[in-house]
């Protein structure tokens, strides 16, 4: 079965500082993955999404995320944190030929101190 | 503004009620879905709808009903709310059934059972 596995609850890193928050996936070939970012009061905003070619995926506000098939990984990345990128970040993973049905890891919460 | 929407945004009811979250979408997307949201489980699938008049169990489906009689609504009723449906319940859609189609969320109904 699949499953996602957010290790990391509650994430504090300084205003400017880098960040890696780590995502670790279940699943039996090669899944599709995301990492998702809720704001307060807000829902989900999708980030970046890797299906298959380049293992390193851009996304939105300056995101990186790295899959890495041997370690299961697919762990997000920013060089340089602001203030506004607190939030609550989510890591899914899909399979081929669902019905959109994503599972959902329980999130990492980021605070930002300035 | 185009998107989705859900109403109400926050509901107190009591136990043994009956009560329905609204979702609406203007996108004319196939695929919604209803998802809830508490602390330490991240975001778990209730129900979701292919279509009009197509809907289909995720994971957390008891106590729930949901209908689509039209494509851009999919509502979601608690027959009778218990305490355990307290939560935050949050409304996506997407374009197709692939997971390459990524998910729109609505800000959510925050449902406080007491």
């Known amino acids: 079965a699949q499953s996602v596995t957010q290790p990391d609850i509650h994430i504090t890193v300084s205003e400017g500082a880098s960040l890696e928050l780590r995502c670790n996936y279940s699943y039996g070939a090669t899944p599709y993955l995301f990492w998702y970012v809720q704001s307060p009061g807000q829902g989900l905003q999708l980030l970046l999404k890797?299906?298959?070619?380049?293992?390193l995926v851009q996304g939105i506000k300056g995101f990186e995320a790295e899959f890495k098939r041997s370690q299961s990984s697919f762990n997000l990345r920013k060089p340089s944190v602001h203030w506004s990128d607190a939030a609550e970040y989510f890591c899914a993973v899909g399979a081929r030929g669902s019905q959109g049905n994503l599972i959902f890891g329980k999130g990492t919460k980021l605070s930002v101190k300035p | 503004d185009a998107g989705i929407t859900q109403s109400p945004r926050y509901k107190i009811t009591e136990t043994g009620r009956q009560v329905t979250l609204m979702c609406h979408q203007t996108w004319s997307h196939s695929y919604m879905f209803w998802y809830r949201q508490d602390l330490g489980h991240g975001l778990r699938l209730i129900y979701y709808?292919?279509?009009?008049?197509?809907?289909d169990k995720g994971e957390v489906p008891d106590g729930y009903v949901v209908s689509r009689s039209k494509t851009e609504n999919f509502p979601l009723t608690l027959e009778s709310a218990t305490r355990s449906q307290t939560s935050v319940y949050f409304c996506?859609?997407?374009?197709?059934?692939?997971?390459?189609?990524?998910?729109?969320f609505g800000n959510g109904t925050r449902l406080t059972v007491t």
């Open positions: 890797y299906f298959s070619g380049d293992t």
């Open positions: 709808s292919a279509a009009a008049d197509i809907t």
């Open positions: 996506a859609s997407s374009e197709s059934s692939s997971p390459n189609s990524p998910l729109h």
